[in-house]
């Protein structure tokens, strides 16, 4: 496809469930990034991607958040062990180059931990 | 500590109108800035970035200036179209002068454009 596609689009999830949240990014997108929004406010940073080399990782809340890209493409985001915290929108974007180059988003997955 | 502040939460302007929308910024190491727009249900969409070397960047209807002496960005439509009506981000990421490649992102505005 042409853009960032993200699944499942919602997730519904019991506390205490793990979920794997999978980004497919634009091909030939050198980075990959995590990005999660919380109703009301903007996107907060959650960790980098540059091919299968995770540069940045500051932004994960906790140690129950895990991500990969391990063949420099596709990416997933897991959570171990869901709190009603994690309830938000997790938004995955990919750029051309590392620096100085726009992020293109995908829509989403919206995560309800119940 | 909020790095990339919007300081409108929301604002309402006439079709055919100038829509201004305002961003400003803390950390001077910033080098390159970007706007989105973002519609309900849906990711944010690149409208225009801008970095450092500049003062403006005109793409059509949208125009990003910034003054980095005031730490400042603002977001010029012209005209307003009741299809702009939507929330609006800017971004700020410093990836060439300190290696970080993190994209920093205001809060939002939301714009409503009245017919």
């Known amino acids: 496809g042409a853009g960032v596609s993200q699944s499942p689009r919602y997730k519904v999830a019991k506390r205490g469930q793990d979920v794997a949240l999978r980004c497919d990014p634009i091909?030939?997108?050198?980075?990959l990034f995590w990005y999660q929004q919380a109703l009301g406010q903007g996107p907060e940073f959650l960790t980098y991607f540059q091919n299968e080399a995770q540069l940045d990782k500051s932004g994960l809340p906790s140690d129950r958040f895990f991500a990969e890209r391990p063949e420099g493409s596709v990416s997933t985001l897991k959570i171990q062990r869901t709190q009603q915290e994690d309830s938000a929108v997790y938004l995955c974007a990919s750029s051309l180059r590392p620096s100085n180059s726009p992020l293109h988003f995908g829509n989403g997955t919206r995560l309800t931990v119940t | 500590d909020q790095q990339v502040k919007q300081n409108s939460p929301s604002l309402s302007v006439q079709e055919g109108r100038i829509s201004i929308l305002n961003c400003d910024y803390t950390n001077s190491m910033f080098d390159y800035f970007l706007w989105y727009k973002k519609y309900p249900a849906e990711g944010p969409t690149f409208l225009i970035s801008?970095?450092?070397?500049?003062d403006k960047n005109e793409d059509g209807r949208f125009t990003v200036f910034l003054n980095k002496s005031a730490k400042h960005l603002s977001l010029h439509i012209v005209p307003s179209q009741p299809g702009d009506s939507a929330v609006y981000f800017c971004a700020a990421s410093a990836s060439r002068t300190s290696g970080t490649y993190k994209y920093i992102f205001g809060t939002g505005t939301r714009l409503k454009v009245l017919a």
């Open positions: 091909s030939g997108h050198v980075s």
């Open positions: 801008i970095s450092s070397i500049k």
